[in-house]
């Protein structure tokens, strides 16, 4: 789970005296019982585990996840001897930021260690070093770590130029891959048919909008008078979102008696990641659900950005952009961070898609003030679906979640290959971090990471560790809606799809800025932008790549 | 001891035997051979002619390290205590071919090379198609001609910087506190000066000056909202910040003036403007040049504001060509463009800055 939203859970529920000392007697029945008791296994370690240090018994310390590490050793222990991995080091590079995320795989893999001999050298990196770090080291050959957290978009980097080691069977009995909710499956994570990725996360964008705008009398009498007949409900189709943004603009918002905006587009660029916000918009249009592709033709690579699919997402920005006061002011200069925690949870606008984390940080953060009027849904539909293969639009209601970033994995790097012992010694390490049971614990826990698996919307188990029901069904429900749709948006996982992203944004700021005749004409630069990318890093190499990244 | 040469400066006398002089070359020419061989073979070897050769370039920088050795020990060898004598400049010589010439020379080669970190293939010789990007890039002239209007701003701060060097060497009260005080947007890092003025003070809806703003009756403050003004604020953060550097130039120039001309001007009877215009301002010609020309050469470094305020936003109003360049190759990877449009700028900088000192060396020099 995400370090703020624990902490939003916590809040959330206020902690019931009940459920405080239900966690503190947990807590001290796992610090009385002996480490052997732990390691052997339980009838019921999963909720053992989710029993460390307790929800609402503060933040878990090293000592708690040493302590999970450890009882969920079962798993490796069927696998690997005492002592086998004697004498062997093993590099691992992740990320060290204030999410945990390596500061946590130190805790989990030392009783790995004590128990295998092994052992394991850290790499540690700010997130915004990473790709720059990966990338020399990729352009340069030197690949100096046996293993890496890694992104699922830098796998065409990395697997596209065979530099990872393929996952042996015995790994993905042991991780029940089978779990993994829906496209976490296959093709994330293989490439060519072969499997990599051992996932320890997952991601998407859902769609996050202001109760009280649709609870408020008021702005439903103005509605019934001024909007286009339909009720004052949550919007379910980009049409209504753009419908209501514009209604919206001008009015009073009922809970900062500010003024009241609809959605918020990012229009400002965030080093590549803005795009994944007009993707958002574009993705019901775009994503037909007869054809995985939606950003490029797989048999040519050529960019469907400039599609009418994508050009009517863009042109639905543009409308609000035209619109007087259906954006803030300023909003040109607001990139993702600014729509999320200047303006939605500050209490500007009434509708918003992003990640998870301004679920969590509705009630933990200072400036937030809309943390008992949020609610979350999956991301708008298209009222009408283009389809590329035809060239025509199809109408009818067309979902398609946006799977932004798809999330973290462990990969293997080819440096073990030539070393049997090594290579299995990375492997179990990997396989430990991304074993089904301290999964559970992650995704309870601050960790960095959002569930992953179908096991992990048990609901049953979060209530019996303490969590609230209501809430843990409410949000963590979007999610799995997302995860799990037949027609989800998943990323092409190509060589520099950042650069792409990149590219596109400053293309897009010309649009919203209004240096373009026509939204076609903006497009138009993108996707000649994005061709000469692709021609640069090799047309003929990208397709064969892209065509392995889907599968076909 | 010779009886010829220049006796002064020698100290040892030095009976060099044909044989140590050969020694001494064969160090030279074999290690220089060796680190000749090395480089050829691994470069055949990279470029896919021969199987033979090394996983990295790490030998050749190790044949190179030995060559530099070898030269600097034949030096004494065949030479002596001349040979001596160049040591004191040879290694940094090597030093600086090593660290400077070599990765400019690198550099150029990069430029004219297609070199995406994310391609397949490596870096690729293409030629002038980067130019020819460079020509056709709008973003690229663009930023280009933002940086002609920051650089035209820093004739503002001038005039700024110049009022506030004279009210503080005017005989005013805390004086010295005012110093520092005024020196203190100077200590700030520009990083620090964008987040806490950019994004928080300036900030629309909860920002101090925005609330301000509001009060005085402007509705909705924007102030990075079109590109006019935009560009205005990244130029008021950035003028802010390095006003103070150019004050203290001018204020260390006007302590510096001779005060029996000033005083001479007083006796003559000239107007506070008289003698400002007459004696100050012509006798501080040189230190404002000096202080101009510094500013612009920093200014055409502007990047840090723009990137964490803007990014070069909205519609590319605010870039400079450092945060274009930083964008195409630390969010694109794309090395060879990157570099090549790195090597123009330089070049257009040497050319500028060239010219601007030619033009203002009449300036430059204290009137007799």
Same mark, same amino acid.
């Given at each position: 789970m995400k370090v703020d939203l624990?902490?939003?859970?916590?809040?959330?529920?206020?902690?019931?005296?009940?459920?405080?000392?239900?966690?503190?007697?947990?807590?001290?029945?796992?610090?009385?019982?002996? *480490?052997?008791? &732990?390691?052997?296994?339980? +009838?019921?370690?999963? /909720?053992? $585990?989710?029993? =460390?240090?307790?929800?609402? !018994?503060?933040?878990?310390t090293d000592r708690d996840w040493q302590t999970v590490g450890e009882m969920c050793l079962g798993a490796s222990k069927a696998n690997v001897a005492e002592g086998e991995f004697e004498g062997v080091e093993l590099t691992f590079m992740g990320l060290n930021n204030q999410n945990l995320h390596n500061f946590l795989f *130190?805790?989990? &893999?030392?009783?790995?260690? +004590?128990?295998?001999? /092994?052992? $394991?050298?850290? =790499?540690?990196?700010?997130? !915004?070093?990473?790709?720059?770090?990966?990338?020399?080291?990729?352009?340069?050959?030197?690949?100096?770590?046996?293993?890496?957290?890694?992104?699922?978009?830098f796998e065409g980097d990395v697997l596209g130029k065979g530099l990872a080691s393929e996952m042996p069977d015995w790994v993905k009995d042991q991780i029940d891959m089978d779990d993994y909710v829906g496209y976490l499956q296959a093709p994330v994570g293989t490439w060519d048919g072969k499997t990599y990725r051992v996932s320890i996360d997952g991601d998407c964008h859902t769609f996050a909008y202001r109760k009280d705008y649709y609870e408020n009398a008021d702005f439903a009498k103005a509605w019934a008078e001024e909007g286009d007949g339909s009720a004052w409900e949550v919007p379910t189709t980009w049409s209504q979102v753009n419908a209501h943004?514009?209604?919206?603009?001008?009015?009073?918002?009922?809970?900062?008696?500010?003024?009241?905006?609809?959605?918020?587009?990012?229009?400002?660029?965030?080093?590549?990641?803005?795009?994944?916000?007009?993707?958002?918009?574009?993705?019901?249009?775009?994503?037909?659900?007869?054809?995985?592709?939606?950003?490029?033709?797989?048999?040519?690579?050529?960019?469907?950005?400039?599609?009418?699919?994508?050009?009517?997402?863009?042109?639905?920005?543009?409308?609000?952009?035209?619109?007087?006061?259906?954006?803030?002011?300023?909003?040109?200069?607001?990139?993702?961070?600014?729509?999320?925690?200047?303006?939605?949870?500050?209490?500007?606008?009434g509708m918003l898609t992003w990640w998870g984390d301004v679920g969590s940080n509705a009630r933990t953060s200072d400036t937030s003030v809309v943390g008992d009027v949020i609610g979350f849904s999956t991301i708008p539909a298209g009222d009408a679906v283009y389809n590329a293969a035809t060239g025509a639009w199809e109408e009818g209601r067309n979902e398609a979640p946006n799977m932004a970033y798809i999330g973290w994995g462990v990969y293997v790097m080819k440096t073990v290959d030539g070393d049997d012992k090594k290579k299995k010694a990375a492997w179990s390490a990997a396989a430990h971090l991304g074993g089904k049971d301290l999964s559970l614990w992650m995704s309870a826990y601050p960790s960095g990471f959002q569930p992953y698996r179908n096991s992990h919307f048990n609901y049953d188990e979060w209530e019996e560790a303490g969590y609230d029901r209501a809430f843990v069904e409410d949000y963590l429900g979007s999610n799995a809606d997302s995860y799990n749709h037949p027609n989800a948006a998943i990323e092409p996982r190509i060589p520099g799809i950042f650069q792409y992203y990149s590219v596109a944004e400053d293309e897009l700021a010309k649009i919203y800025a209004g240096q373009y005749g026509?939204?076609?004409?903006?497009?138009?630069?993108?996707a000649a932008a994005w061709d000469k990318i692709t021609d640069q890093i090799g047309r003929e190499s990208q397709i064969k790549l892209y065509k392995a990244a889907l599968g076909l | 001891m010779e009886n010829e040469g220049?006796?002064?400066?020698?100290?040892?006398?030095?009976?060099?035997?044909?044989?140590?002089?050969?020694?001494g070359r064969l160090m030279t020419w074999g290690a220089a051979a060796l680190f000749a061989a090395l480089a050829l073979l691994q470069a055949l070897h990279e470029a896919g002619h021969i199987g033979a050769g090394f996983d990295s370039w790490r030998p050749v920088l190790y044949a190179?390290?030995?060559?530099?050795?070898?030269?600097?020990?034949?030096?004494?060898?065949?030479?002596?205590?001349?040979?001596?004598?160049?040591?004191?400049?040879?290694?940094?010589?090597?030093?600086?071919?090593?660290?400077?010439?070599?990765?400019?020379?690198?550099?150029?080669?990069?430029?004219?090379?297609?070199?995406?970190?994310?391609?397949?293939?490596?870096?690729?010789?293409?030629g002038t198609a980067n130019l020819v990007q460079m020509w056709n890039d709008a973003f690229y002239w663009n930023a280009l001609k933002?940086?002609?209007?920051?650089?035209?701003?820093?004739?503002?701060?001038?005039?700024?910087?110049?009022?506030?060097?004279?009210?503080?060497?005017?005989?005013i009260r805390a004086r010295k506190f005012f110093r520092v005080v005024f020196l203190l947007p100077l200590m700030l890092s520009p990083v620090a000066v964008s987040w806490m003025i950019g994004k928080s003070m300036l900030e629309v809806r909860f920002g101090p000056i925005a609330r301000a703003a509001r009060e005085l009756g402007w509705d909705s403050p924007s102030f990075f909202g079109s590109p006019e003004m935009a560009r205005f604020m990244i130029m008021a953060m950035d003028a802010w910040t390095f006003i103070p550097f150019m004050m203290i130039m001018l204020l260390a120039g006007l302590q510096a003036l001779p005060r029996?001309?000033?005083?001479?001007?007083?006796?003559?009877?000239?107007?506070?403007?008289?003698?400002?215009?007459?004696?100050?301002?012509?006798?501080?010609?040189?230190?404002?040049?000096?202080?101009?020309?510094i500013r612009i050469i920093f200014k055409l470094k502007l990047a840090d504001i723009i990137i964490n305020v803007t990014s070069g936003g909205p519609g590319g109003a605010t870039d400079s060509v450092t945060s274009f360049i930083f964008r195409e190759y630390r969010d694109r990877s794309n090395v060879g463009y990157g570099t090549l449009l790195a090597m123009v700028y330089l070049v257009l900088i040497i050319l500028f800055v060239t010219a601007l000192l030619k033009l203002v060396s009449r300036w430059m020099e204290r009137p007799a």
């Open positions: 624990y902490n939003y859970v916590t809040a959330v529920q206020r902690m019931s005296r009940r459920n405080m000392l239900k966690g503190t007697a947990a807590l001290g029945a796992a610090a009385a019982m002996p *480490r052997v008791a &732990l390691a052997d296994g339980h +009838a019921n370690l999963r /909720a053992e $585990i989710l029993k =460390i240090p307790g929800v609402g !018994a503060g933040s878990p *130190r805790g989990f &893999l030392k009783p790995w260690e +004590a128990y295998t001999g /092994a052992k $394991i050298n850290w =790499i540690d990196l700010a997130q !915004a070093d990473y790709n720059a770090r990966l990338q020399q080291s990729i352009a340069t050959g030197t690949v100096d770590f046996d293993i890496i957290e890694m992104g699922a978009p943004s514009k209604f919206l603009a001008g009015k009073t918002d009922p809970l900062t008696g500010l003024e009241a905006h609809g959605f918020l587009d990012p229009l400002k660029g965030w080093g590549g990641f803005g795009f994944y916000f007009l993707e958002d918009r574009a993705t019901g249009y775009a994503k037909h659900a007869d054809d995985p592709a939606w950003l490029f033709d797989p048999d040519t690579m050529k960019p469907r950005v400039n599609n009418p699919a994508f050009v009517r997402a863009i042109e639905e920005v543009m409308e609000l952009v035209n619109t007087d006061k259906a954006y803030p002011a300023d909003q040109i200069n607001a990139d993702p961070g600014t729509t999320a925690f200047q303006q939605f949870l500050a209490g500007t606008g026509s939204v076609q004409e903006g497009a138009d630069a993108i | 220049d006796l002064l400066h020698t100290v040892t006398s030095d009976q060099i035997s044909p044989a140590r002089i050969r020694t190179y390290l030995l060559w530099a050795t070898a030269l600097c020990a034949a030096q004494v060898v065949t030479r002596g205590e001349k040979g001596k004598r160049s040591l004191f400049v040879l290694p940094a010589v090597l030093f600086v071919v090593s660290l400077v010439v070599f990765p400019l020379l690198f550099g150029l080669y990069i430029s004219f090379t297609d070199w995406n970190l994310a391609s397949q293939n490596g870096a690729r010789p293409n933002n940086m002609v209007y920051y650089v035209l701003a820093v004739s503002v701060e001038y005039v700024i910087a110049f009022g506030l060097a004279l009210l503080l060497n005017a005989q029996e001309v000033i005083e001479a001007s007083k006796v003559d009877g000239a107007s506070a403007w008289q003698a400002f215009r007459e004696v100050i301002f012509p006798l501080m010609l040189p230190v404002s040049v000096t202080a101009v020309v």
